[in-house]
């Protein structure tokens, strides 16, 4: 399939953005987060104002803020692999009347699996290079590979924070993955199986 549109679903910890950078890469598409959304058009006007306007007062950015960046991404596109996009219902009601997706898929991994491999994590404080204490080593613990940093856990990767994103995640997104399901668009990927396994499954599941 030339240039799909993907919108790739699934819980902190799943693995969407390695997924949605390699899917981006193979079928030559953008890869289009929110975070990069917001942050490439921070000034662009809405009628709700600008996005610079609630990340300099450190608020969230409300929902017809980020469908109009979104959409303006989206629209820029020839294809993409939207990844952190729909958050919640409304969101995923907005795309719906705005492009015709391909592919929607939903990585698949039990909570025990999610929680470790975000408890486990280790950022470089230096370079941000990420690691893991199980998967992911670094050739020397605790040091970067890439730059010799020191590898630090962050504060929201302890099991405390880990365990509220996930119960955040359920309340506002597991209804969007209900929502596609309904419409019978909905791909069920295993995302605990090996990164290229996981791969070749989404391959398979975009061009079937």
Do not use: W
Request: net charge negative; charged share 30%; hydrophobic share 35%.
């Amino acid at each position: 399939m030339n240039q799909p549109k993907i919108l790739l679903l699934g819980p902190p910890g799943a693995g969407k953005g390695t997924q949605s950078k390699k899917l981006a890469d193979h079928f030559d598409v953008d890869h289009v987060t929110t975070g990069d959304a917001l942050r490439a058009n921070k000034d662009m006007e809405t009628e709700h104002g600008t996005p610079r306007e609630y990340m300099d007062a450190g608020e969230l950015v409300p929902d017809p803020v980020v469908n109009e960046i979104v959409e303006a991404a989206l629209t820029e596109a020839d294809g993409f692999v939207l990844d952190g996009y729909p958050r919640n219902l409304s969101q995923a009601e907005y795309l719906d009347g705005i492009t015709d997706l391909d592919a929607v898929i939903t990585l698949e991994v039990s909570r025990g699996e999610l929680v470790e491999r975000l408890t486990g994590r280790r950022v470089c404080e230096e370079c941000g290079a990420n690691f893991h204490v199980e998967f992911d080593q670094p050739e020397t613990p605790g040091v970067c590979d890439e730059c010799g940093g020191a590898l630090i856990q962050r504060d929201d990767d302890n099991e405390e924070t880990v365990r509220e994103r996930l119960r955040v995640f359920d309340e506002n997104t597991q209804p969007v993955i209900d929502f596609y399901d309904e419409q019978g668009e909905l791909v069920r990927v295993d995302g605990e199986r090996t990164p290229d396994e996981v791969f070749e499954a989404l391959q398979a599941a975009i061009e079937p």
